[in-house]
């Protein structure tokens, strides 16, 4: 039995980062990088297929104000749909002036010679995040949510050899502890990678240097809706963006070197940088505005030095596995994008590193469709506003949102009372998030408000006022279901 122990069930697009890893194996013919960005294409291409309510092709727009950059970026990106082969989202191309400004009328006309156009995906990260925990449990495997582990067990063998056996967890709810007996530990906590370390040998060093990233949320009209715009070369050389999301645009990154917590905190300076790269890539008549600031947040992303290493050259985004002579098995680094392929060579190593053994001789994973992506179609929605009398918007949202299993959170949706729309009364009006997700999500392992407003509806990343008004009667719902006293209640809003 595989048992994940989630402290917090944390999961935003694919990424630019490919491109610039397949320049680098160009360039310094470095076949680790070639065979990095082509795992990431097939992956990317996986993704698509398995969660197709999930994930979906997005057109990137490149603006071009140097004419000498147009074949430049065009020779790029090509060589980027070429090493994608069959598994090219869609092929690029490059467009006129005039093309660009019809496609982005907010682009920067000044010195504009033209664009080029390429393809990523796109997906539901806290939603994917989700479907995977749950397709794991439909296959055989046990979730606790919300546990932490405080300590790792270990015995002596009859080689006399110390192995660890087991972890001592805390219920961050209930706050009760119990002992996790286990033949295999596998680390894979991100930023807090280390901290697992540790509590295996106190004398290791560090092998994750964290780095915040920022993003904003702005209204809509910050991007067309079908077509994102990227920067690869900022004031300061890093890469920006903003890309239409959930209804709004989201801007970002920053990269920015911190210390590791739990609550990383965008700074008003990295906001300022961001709002300042996007009135670069804008026509003087936009007024990029503070006040256009819906929500700001922090995620950190770990770089990683193999310890197997001793230079500093292996220091990079991509993923190491590792094993102690105790056997824990630590994944660090590494994408979403690539996050089935990390989890099948980690699981490689934890059956040799701990005498495990498989069930099946090869991995089953790679076209293995993910729950809610099994009966899905693109149409499925009108069967949503035919059954249930659900407004046209929210049935396009539960259907994009949960797949084939926006049926069973339709089920749970109340009357409005009116004649039209039958069922789902909304949260919030200007989102179409509805009282029956709240239900639901308290089926799916929701163990607080936090869990529903961000990693859940992601109410909170889109517009943090909307976020604090709809809170009580989220909080309110979740008391219905979980059975919560007035007490807890009142925690889980302030």
């Known amino acids: ?10 999961q935003q697009s694919y990424s630019m980062a490919g491109v610039r890893y397949l320049q680098k194996a160009i360039m310094g013919l470095d076949y680790e990088q070639y065979r990095m960005v082509k795992e990431a294409l097939h992956e990317r291409a996986n993704l698509l297929d398995i969660a197709p309510h999930l994930s979906y092709p997005l057109p990137i727009m490149l603006p071009v104000y140097k004419w000498w950059q147009l074949p430049y970026f065009w020779f790029g990106i090509k060589m980027y749909d070429f090493v994608a082969g069959k598994e090219c989202v869609k092929s690029s191309y490059a467009i006129s002036k005039e093309k660009a400004l019809e496609l982005f009328p907010m ?7 033209g664009a080029i156009v390429y393809f990523d995906g796109q997906h539901n990260d806290s939603r994917m995040n989700i479907s995977i925990a749950l397709s794991a449990t439909r296959l055989g495997a046990t979730i606790a949510n919300h546990t932490r582990v405080i300590k790792l067990l270990k015995e002596t063998n009859e080689e006399g050899i110390e192995r660890l056996c087991g972890a001592t967890v805390r219920d961050q709810i209930t706050g009760e502890e119990f002992d996790v007996r286990a033949k295999c530990i596998i680390n894979a906590t991100g930023p807090f990678t280390d901290s697992i370390r540790k509590m295996d040998d106190q004398a290791l060093k560090d092998i994750c240097a964290p780095s915040m990233g920022i993003h904003i949320t702005l209204p809509d009209y910050y991007s067309p809706s079908q077509m994102g715009l990227l920067d690869p070369n900022t004031s300061d050389g890093r890469v920006i963006f903003f890309l239409p ?15 590791v917590t739990h609550k990383p905190a965008p700074t008003e300076e990295d906001i300022q940088f961001i709002l300042k790269e996007v009135k670069n890539y804008l026509s003087p008549d936009v007024e990029v505005r503070r006040g256009d600031v819906l929500s700001a947040w922090a995620g950190i992303r770990p770089l990683v030095q193999d310890p ?11 993923h190491i596995i590792h094993t102690s002579p105790t056997g824990l098995v630590t994944i660090a680094g590494g994408k979403w994008t690539t996050y089935r392929s990390m989890a099948l060579e980690t699981v490689d190593e934890a ?32 069967r949503l506003v035919q059954d249930f009398g659900l407004e046209s918007e929210v049935a396009k949202h539960l259907a994009h949102t949960y797949g084939d299993r926006a049926f069973s959170v339709a089920k749970l949706a109340s009357m409005t009372g009116k004649r039209w729309p039958i069922v789902g009364r909304r949260l919030h009006s200007e989102f179409p998030y509805i009282d029956a997700e709240v239900r639901y999500a308290c089926r799916e392992y929701a163990g607080n408000a936090v869990d529903i407003i961000a990693r859940r509806l992601r109410l909170a990343f889109l517009n943090a006022q909307a976020c604090e008004e709809a809170l009580p009667t989220i909080v309110e719902i979740m008391g219905e279901e979980l059975k919560w006293s007035e007490e807890e209640k009142k925690n889980n809003i302030s």
């Open 308 to 318: 197997n290493k001793t230079d500093t050259q292996s220091m990079a985004r991509n």
């Open 1 to 10: 039995m595989i048992s994940p122990l989630e402290l917090r069930p944390d």
């Open 245 to 259: 999301w959930e209804g709004r645009t989201i801007a970002g990154t920053t990269d920015t070197p911190c210390a």
């Open 351 to 382: 059956i040799k590193a701990c005498g495990l053994e498989p069930v099946h001789k090869e991995s089953q994973t790679d076209g293995l469709v993910l729950e809610g992506g099994h009966t899905w179609t693109p149409t499925m929605f009108i």
């Open 107 to 113: 682009l920067k006309k000044d010195r504009l010679v």
